[in-house]
């Protein structure tokens, strides 16, 4: 029996609408130089949000400045910049049913004085200038921050090959 990707995907989500939404995560340089980037990457992945896209990079103020063009007058972004650019980031587009809200709950709040336990902020973070990780925080903010981020040729679409019709 051939299973079509539709029939896979309705069985497990109620509604198919949202199951290709898509957000933008990035471990920021303190989550990289913890060694934190296995797990984050991991509570995603068990969450059951499918990775789409994933790079290693420095990030210029330019491209910076268009991801937080709406924080440039606050008080904080020289420090942010200065941040943001103290050493690679690791950049992920994440799929899934509503994956912009629920990898915000994930993440946590932006303090992380204020994010609960169990939270990616919430677990790795103690102050908000050093608060590990980026997520998008709503889904035309993520199209935007992934287009920005990636080419449309990165970011890949792929099928699960669990089933056994696809054994050779
Ligand atoms: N008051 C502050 N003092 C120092 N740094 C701050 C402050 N507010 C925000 N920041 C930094 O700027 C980032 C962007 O703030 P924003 O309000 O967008 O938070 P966020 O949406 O939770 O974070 P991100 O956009 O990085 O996911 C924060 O994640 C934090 O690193
Ligand atoms: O008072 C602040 C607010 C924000 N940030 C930094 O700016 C980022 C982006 O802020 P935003 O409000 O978008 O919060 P987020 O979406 O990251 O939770 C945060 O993650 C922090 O790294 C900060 O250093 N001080
Ligand atoms: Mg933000």
Excluded at 7 to 24: H, K, N, Q, S, Y
Excluded at 125 to 133: A, D, E, F, T, Y
Aim: net charge neutral; aromatic share 8%; charged share 25%.
């Amino acid at each position: 029996l051939l299973m079509s990707d539709e029939d896979c995907l309705c069985a497990v989500f109620p509604g198919i609408a949202g199951v290709r939404e898509r957000t933008l995560i990035a471990v920021k340089p303190d989550g990289v130089q913890r060694r934190l980037v296995g797990q984050i990457m991991q509570r995603f992945e068990q969450r059951g949000f499918k990775l789409v896209g994933l790079k290693m990079l420095k990030a210029s103020d330019d491209l910076l400045s268009q991801h937080y063009r709406d924080l440039q007058k606050k008080p904080f972004y020289p420090n942010l910049l200065r941040y943001m650019t103290s050493g690679p980031l690791v950049v992920m587009v994440w799929e899934g049913h509503n994956v912009v809200r629920t990898s915000r709950l994930m993440v946590g709040d932006t303090n992380p004085a204020e994010a609960h336990p169990g939270t990616v902020r919430g677990d790795f973070s103690i102050h908000i200038s050093r608060n590990v990780v980026h997520a998008s925080d709503s889904v035309e903010g993520a199209q935007r921050e992934i287009q920005l981020w990636f080419s449309r040729k990165d970011l890949m679409d792929w099928d699960s090959c669990d089933h056994s019709s696809t054994y050779q």
